[in-house]
């Protein structure tokens, strides 16, 4: 069943982001290669909300963290690769505990702003008059996305065991039952 390299592969990247994902549980305020793309989505997403108020605009930055990522796994469901899709799934889990750091520091207000500015979710939960519980609701973000980051990891593990989907097109078929399927040229 391994001796496909497709699967071997799925498999491998599943587990290297089963690993990388223990990392980043481990150390969750440590800055990683995959913020360097987080980041730009996210103050991305500020100016995408932008024209629905303040209180939008500020959500709107993490907001797109999770949207960007959400839209690849429908993509990815839509073509039938559950496993592209549970790749993308754990990129929302990672996600998920970037921004809970995030907002467990609405008080403290300790981590650097891109350009400086109003720390979103102080302003935030401020606004709804929940700052007093920073820590409490960073603990239900991180918590949600140990839960997704441990579905898409068991997902990803059975979707890597499983026979590629069919596309429909013969892409998936093997060298050997194309040729089978051509006929012979008769001269």
Not at 15 to 21: E, N, Q
Not at 139 to 148: E, F, N, Q, S, Y
Not at 165 to 183: F, I, K
């Amino acid at each position: 069943m391994l001796s496909d390299p497709r699967r071997a592969g799925r498999l491998a990247l599943t587990l290297a982001l089963a690993a990388y994902g223990v990392v980043c549980l481990r150390h969750p305020g440590e800055f990683r290669l995959i913020d360097n793309v987080n980041l730009p989505i996210h103050e991305t997403g500020h100016l995408v909300f932008a024209p629905f108020g303040e209180f939008v605009e500020a959500l709107g930055g993490t907001l797109f963290q999770l949207i960007v990522p959400a839209t690849f796994v429908a993509y990815f469901l839509r073509r039938g690769d559950r496993h592209a899709a549970t790749v993308a799934l754990w990129w929302v889990g990672e996600n998920c505990w970037n921004i809970a750091v995030y907002v467990a520091d609405a008080r403290a207000q300790l981590l650097p702003l891109v350009g400086g500015g109003e720390h979103d979710w102080a302003y935030l939960l401020a606004e709804l008059g929940w700052l007093a519980r920073d820590a409490q609701v960073a603990r239900a973000v991180h918590l949600a996305g140990v839960v997704i980051f441990l579905l898409a990891t068991v997902a990803g593990f059975l979707a890597a065991l499983q026979p590629p989907a069919s596309t429909g097109d013969g892409a998936e078929r093997g060298v050997e039952q194309v040729a089978l399927t051509r006929r012979p040229a008769h001269g």
